[in-house]
């Protein structure tokens, strides 16, 4: 079974709206960090925002917000104010249990933001 | 604070030659990981080094290696490259193994493509 699932392929929002990009997660250990990272075509995989298990509250960085719904399995990121540079793939990722694990990714959200 | 760097940034091979690749973690990161990334696969894990030793291992044949030195700098060793091995290969650091919440940071990728 996928262990994060990332439902769309891509998708379009237009500059200054905001915009959430799904993401699901399988997992039946209690204590796992949730990652998103944003890949531009360069190739460079860069770090956006973490949201830990027991977390209380959603966290937030900037634009970026992480809509954390821990009984639904999903952590979806929210980015607001959409600007050109968005423009890029976006994963999230999951590491479960002990720091020990490695990061499992989803397939990816390709965003195309429109001026 | 420097990033992760790996080199060389492009690589171009012929099938049956090896490639090394390197990857230096952010200064006071003690852990690395290695990633590949095709189209067809997504993002898969190769092995992660701590201390000079492999600590996870990822589904791969015997023909990807790796290694960690003692300032925490990594490579990463493809024998017998074949057409299937062109993809994106991503290192990424982090200070420990000790939660799943710590957060990873990757370098900019070395794109290797294999004729």
């Known amino acids: 079974a996928q262990k994060i699932t990332q439902t769309q392929p891509g998708m379009f929002v237009q500059e200054k709206e905001a915009v959430t990009l799904d993401c699901t997660y399988d997992?039946?250990?209690?204590?796992?960090?949730l990652f998103w990272y944003k890949q531009p075509s360069s190739g460079e995989m860069i770090f956006l925002i973490y949201q830990g298990s027991y977390d209380q509250q959603n966290a937030t960085e900037g634009r970026y917000s992480l809509n954390f719904q821990k009984a639904r399995k999903s952590a979806n990121l929210v980015i607001s104010a959409s600007q050109l540079g968005d423009s890029a793939m976006y994963f999230c990722a999951m590491r479960e249990g002990t720091g020990r694990r490695a990061l499992t990714f989803g397939s990816g959200t390709r965003l195309q933001v429109q001026p | 604070k420097a990033g992760v760097t790996q080199t060389p940034r492009y690589l171009i091979k012929t099938r049956g030659q090896q490639v090394t690749l390197s990857c230096s973690p952010i200064s006071g990161h003690r852990s690395v990981s290695w990633y590949q990334q095709t189209p067809g696969q997504g993002l898969q894990f190769l092995f992660e080094?701590?201390?000079?030793?492999?600590?996870n291992k990822g589904n791969f044949p015997g023909r990807f290696s790796g290694r960690q030195f003692s300032n925490s700098r990594s490579e990463m060793n493809v024998s017998t490259l074949e057409l299937g091995d062109s993809a994106l290969y991503l290192c990424?650091?982090?200070?420990?193994?000790?939660?799943?919440?710590?957060?990873?940071?990757f370098g900019p990728g070395t794109r290797l493509l294999v004729l």
């Open positions: 080094y701590f201390s000079e030793t492999q600590r």
């Open positions: 990424a650091s982090r200070r420990g193994l000790g939660q799943a919440q710590e957060t990873q940071y």
């Open positions: 997992t039946s250990d209690p204590s796992y960090g």
